[in-house]
C-alpha cells in the first residue's frame, strides 16, 4: 500500500516562505516521479511542479523563480519550497507519485495523492 503524508502548510504573509514535505512509504521510492499540485477554490487541479527519477524539476510558468522542487531519496522524502508568496497562492498543495519516472503535468497521469495540505496567503 503506497501512502503520501504532505505536511507543512499553514497561514502565512505575502511575500513569506512555507516548505510543504512530502512523506512516501510502500514503494520503490528513488525511480518514481514526484509531482506536486494545487486546487483553490471553485478552480482546477493545477500543476506546480515536479521532479523526476534523474533528480531534473520543472515548474509551472505561474510558480517558476519562487517555487522549488526537491526530493530526498535516503529519506524517501519530497519538499516544496515555496518563496516570495503572493495570496493567489492559496490552496489546497498535493503530493503525487507516478510508477514511473518521467515527469507529467497531467494529474491524470499520477497513481498515488496524498490527502493535501493548506497553505493560505493572507495580504
Known amino acids: 500500500q503506497v501512502q503520501l503524508v504532505e505536511s507543512g502548510g499553514g497561514l502565512v504573509q505575502a511575500g513569506g516562505s512555507l516548505r510543504l514535505s512530502c512523506a512516501v512509504s510502500g514503494r520503490t521510492f528513488s525511480r518514481s516521479a514526484m509531482g506536486w499540485f494545487r486546487r483553490a477554490p471553485g478552480r482546477e487541479r493545477e500543476f506546480v511542479g515536479c521532479i523526476n527519477s534523474g533528480l531534473s524539476t520543472y515548474h509551472a510558468d505561474s510558480v517558476k523563480g519562487r517555487f522549488t522542487v526537491s526530493r530526498d531519496n535516503g529519506k524517501n522524502m519530497v519538499y516544496l519550497q515555496m518563496n516570495n508568496l503572493a495570496t493567489e497562492d492559496t490552496a489546497t498543495y498535493y503530493c503525487?507519485?507516478?510508477?514511473?519516472?518521467?515527469?507529467?503535468?497531467?494529474?491524470?497521469?499520477?497513481?498515488?495523492w496524498g490527502q493535501g495540505t493548506q497553505v493560505t496567503v493572507s495580504p
Open positions: 503525487a507519485a507516478r510508477t514511473v519516472g518521467d515527469c507529467w503535468t497531467n494529474p491524470g497521469q499520477y497513481d498515488y
